[in-house]
């Protein structure tokens, strides 16, 4: 499926990971690629996957990482392989890989992002935020996306970075990014890609802050568990809020009833996870103690997909790729609103490559239940 930047889309539903590799592989083979990005099951043995990924690929520069659901040329999917793969002509990337994120400091995100600037003025001189962009993997269980996005846009500037939190469906059990041959677990891959071609970063969500006003007045910050709010046991206090009962909670009444946090006049996401055995709540983001919170009201989500996508039009016309990364709780949205097919045939007509995440990031910002990335055009500014 190319298109005139040099852009090959590609996706397989095999559930052999051999054959799904060599699938993806022939959909997006082409001349010196300067990167390849792809996007995978859980499902899959990721030593048979790798042993076969790096058998086709060899040197190409190669990343992804694992989902909770694929969206490429063949719709959604629940088990396969997406991605995309740039021609020399028109891109040039660097990457990097970040390590045991209970590691990471500021001084790590500063010096990677010398090297790969470095690395990116080599290949293609004169590099800024006109023609360059991020792209974030990281690990969705790690609990460090906060801090490892907010100081990864501190040191790129204007660059701007859109990323996704790798998934394992609903498992929640171990969640990997891929880089330098090999899935990892508690790391981040980083990607620098310049392009003469108009592109540009986006977010879209579909709920306002209009309801019952709630504080978190007791929580386990650094494992995002919120024990109570407004004084009351999280998990019954937040099932009688929607309407429902502690035991019957599920990911479709999280996906339906998220609450938010209003910062500086922009409200945020901030979606459940689970529902634990002793009556907490752990959240895919940041909480805290003291953190005021509102139930939302549910817009359209198909209507503010159209406008996502008309906006992205009016900016850099048709796009011939669309980079994506939809929260998991879209998703069970999308499926239990009967939207499937509808939001399937936006995300062809747009063109779009990308997978369903434990959580987005845009421009320095952990989010949730959002469609987030980027959008490259057909043409030069």
């Known amino acids: 499926m190319k298109t005139p930047g040099g852009i090959l889309r590609g996706q397989s539903s095999a559930a052999d990971p051999r ?17 390849v990005i792809f996007f995978c099951s859980r499902d899959y043995d990721l030593h048979v996957l790798t ?20 969206i490429g040329p063949l719709g959604y999917r629940d088990c396969g392989v997406t991605g995309a793969s740039f021609g020399p002509t028109m891109f040039a990337a660097a990457i990097g890989l970040l390590r045991n994120l209970n590691d990471f400091t500021i001084e790590s995100a500063h010096s990677l992002e ?26 969705g269980l ?14 790129l500037g204007e660059i701007p970075l859109v990323g996704g939190s790798a998934g394992d469906g609903l498992q929640f059990a171990h969640t990997h990014v891929y880089a330098n041959g090999a899935f990892h677990e508690n790391s981040a891959v980083l990607v620098l890609v310049s392009t003469p071609l108009a592109f540009t970063p986006f977010q879209t969500q579909h709920f306002t802050p209009v309801g019952r006003r709630v504080v978190v007045t007791a929580a386990d910050a650094e494992r995002r568990i919120v024990q109570e709010l407004d004084g009351s046991p999280a998990a019954a206090y937040y099932a009688e809020l929607i309407g429902s009962t502690e035991s019957s909670l599920s990911p479709e009444d999280f996906a339906d009833h998220p609450v938010v946090v209003v910062i500086d006049s922009n409200s945020y996401v901030r979606s459940i996870q689970k529902a634990n055995p002793d009556g907490t709540l752990t959240f895919y983001c940041a909480i805290d ?7 939302a009201y549910e817009e359209d989500l198909v209507a503010n997909l159209e406008q996502a996508f008309a906006a992205i039009r009016g900016l850099i016309g ?17 499926q239990r609103g009967g939207y499937h097919d509808t939001v399937e045939s936006l995300l062809h007509e747009n063109r779009v490559v990308g997978f369903n995440s434990y959580g987005e990031q845009y421009r320095g910002v952990h989010v949730n239940q959002t469609l987030t990335g980027i959008a490259i055009g057909e043409l030069t500014p």
Request: net charge negative.
């Open 19 to 35: 054959q799904a590799a060599r699938e993806f592989h022939a959909a997006v083979d082409q001349p010196g690629p300067a990167l």
């Open 51 to 70: 042993a076969e990924l790096v058998s086709l690929f060899g040197t190409v520069p190669l990343v992804g990482c694992t989902t909770a659901g694929e």
């Open 114 to 139: 010398q090297v790969l600037l470095q690395e990116l003025e080599s290949l293609k001189p004169g590099c800024d935020a006109s023609n360059t962009f991020a792209l974030l993997l990281i690990d």
């Open 142 to 155: 790690s609990m460090h996306e906060e801090l490892v996005a907010a100081a990864l846009q501190g040191v």
């Open 289 to 295: 103690e003291g953190l005021v919170l509102r139930t």
């Open 318 to 334: 048709p796009p011939q790729l669309v980079i994506a990364f939809d929260c998991i709780l879209r998703k069970l949205a999308i």
